[in-house]
């Protein structure tokens, strides 16, 4: 099993920045990708960003050139750095990890709130 654990999340103005942090625990050697996801109220859950084991990135076009996803692979980590926030960034952000066997692993989910 592969526990994560997110942390970072909070309330910020429209125009400002957050860093979600991520870190995984347990059978980390099963971990190939990560990435965060996001859910808002009424929403479906999307994929933000995600970053493979060899540092290939992929990000929603709805966060293009405002969100970096990086990793440290001896921590275990991953991190979402977010820059000039919107309100409709706001959502629950979730943590996820995938094996090779494409089993996807989650977080408890940590809240952003973009004011306007």
């Known amino acids: 099993q592969v526990q994560l654990v997110e942390s970072g999340g909070g309330l910020v103005q429209t125009g400002g920045s957050l860093r979600l942090s991520c870190v995984a625990s347990?059978?980390?050697?099963?971990?190939?990708?990560m990435g965060w996801y996001r859910q808002a109220p009424g929403k479906q859950r999307e994929l933000v960003a995600s970053?493979?084991?060899?540092?290939?990135?992929d990000y929603a076009d709805s966060v293009k050139g405002r969100c970096s996803i990086s990793r440290d692979n001896v921590k275990n980590a991953v991190y979402l750095q977010m820059n000039s926030l919107k309100p409709e960034d706001t959502a629950v952000y979730y943590c996820?990890?995938?094996?090779?066997?494409?089993?996807?692993?989650w977080g408890q989910g940590t809240q952003v709130t973009v004011s306007s």
């Open positions: 347990g059978s980390v050697f099963r971990i190939n990708d």
């Open positions: 996820n990890a995938r094996n090779p066997f494409l089993y996807n692993y």
């Open positions: 970053i493979t084991s060899g540092g290939s990135t």
